[in-house]
């Protein structure tokens, strides 16, 4: 078997994930295609591992240490990413950027402070 195609699958999977990853706004797409990478990487170790006919079977064996990884990242993930969405009630990752606790969700007043008007942090006149 060639090592052309293995290689080619892989890294077609690897962008797949990739662009997923870049342009997915939900958290939970985005875990999904963190673990469509790490396939891919696993595709080209026991492909490699296949091809260099390796004794001691190390592309066989790490491609075991990363599903453990994968397992672990993607229950720690879904973990966060369900407690993310219990407090925030949404997913969506480009509005759980600012995640201090105390801030507003409607977002900063586009006017400004008004004259006069106490900061409710500190008491002090703006």
Not at 33 to 55: C, G, I, K, P, T
Request: aromatic share 6%; charged share 15%.
């Amino acid at each position: 078997m060639h090592l052309a195609y293995p290689a080619v699958l892989a890294a077609l999977l690897f962008c797949t994930g990739l662009y997923g990853v870049l342009a997915r706004r939900n958290a939970i797409l985005v875990l999904m295609s963190v673990e469509l990478m790490l396939n891919a990487v696993n595709l080209n170790l026991v492909a490699f591992d296949v091809w260099l006919r390796d004794s001691l079977h190390a592309g066989q064996a790490l491609t075991l240490f990363t599903i453990a990884i994968a397992a672990a990242e993607i229950g720690i993930g879904l973990a966060i990413v369900l407690m993310v969405y219990r407090n925030r009630g949404t997913a969506d990752v480009d509005r759980l950027r600012d995640t201090a606790e105390g801030h507003e969700t409607a977002g900063p007043n586009p006017a400004g402070p008004t004259p006069g008007s106490a900061n409710p942090a500190t008491g002090a006149a703006a």
